[in-house]
């Protein structure tokens, strides 16, 4: 199978642009690693979890429970900060909003404040004809649809490509969003990068739902043999 085929119907100077990817704003349960620096480091201890207790956790561990999960309300609670809202903001807002915060509330401009806000992974799930389904990790900030189903395992020959499901999270809910990967205007979809949390679905192939085969000759042999079978039949039942 070739990914990436020329549109007949899309020109080839737009084609090859590869899509934007719009700033991912945060939901609730997403996690993130926040990080103060300043001039007096032990001034800034407070809001840099240790993780001393878990040095055996893996980083998905560490994650979960050094990092600042989102509540149902769209919060965080920072120490000697409170409740913050995030909810719906980039990284890079929240890092100017908790930079605001702290130099009114904690610190003077010649602390030199600087805060870093990351997701704590990208985290996405792969189900349906792939070598290897679940839920991966990846520590990057973009992440294309190649890559994601390249880390599942790849997709085998029983396997749709040419409409892939993308069930992404939305404030107001789910929604699903297709991908046929073997076009290579699929470069310029606004889904052609995943984020947090995408469900990616690949179908299986009609001849494979059907019990036929997994390739088109497969398939045929298949049918000619129940052709074949099916009229042996009925000659033995004309013969009784």
Not at 142 to 161: K, M, S
């Amino acid at each position: 199978m070739v990914y990436l085929q020329p549109s007949e119907t899309v020109n080839d100077s737009i084609a090859k642009v590869v899509a934007a990817q719009a700033p991912y704003r945060i939901q609730i349960y997403d996690i993130l690693n926040i990080r103060v620096k300043a001039l007096d480091q032990d001034a800034v201890q407070i809001f840099n979890p240790m993780g001393e207790d878990l040095l055996d956790a893996n980083s998905d561990e560490r994650a979960y429970f050094d990092g600042f999960t989102v509540d149902l309300h769209g919060e965080i609670r920072v120490p000697a900060l409170g409740r913050i809202n995030v909810l719906g903001y980039t990284t890079e807002e929240i890092e100017k909003i908790l930079e605001k915060k702290l130099l009114e509330e904690q610190f003077k401009e010649t602390a030199n404040i600087f805060v870093t806000v990351k997701l704590t992974g990208l985290r996405y799930t792969v189900s349906g004809e792939v070598e290897a389904p679940g839920t991966n990790t990846l520590f990057q900030d973009r992440v294309n649809i190649f890559e994601a189903i390249a880390n599942a395992g790849e997709i085998p020959i029983t396997g749709d490509r040419k409409d892939i499901l993308i069930i992404r999270q939305y404030p107001q809910g789910q929604k699903i969003h297709h991908l046929d990967i073997t076009r290579e205007d699929v470069m310029s979809s606004p889904y052609y990068y995943i984020q947090p949390n995408d469900i990616i679905y690949v179908k299986p192939l009609p001849q494979k739902s059907w019990g036929t085969g997994e390739t088109g000759v497969q398939t045929l042999t298949t049918i000619a043999t129940i052709l074949t079978l099916g009229t042996t039949t009925l000659l033995l039942i004309d013969r009784l």
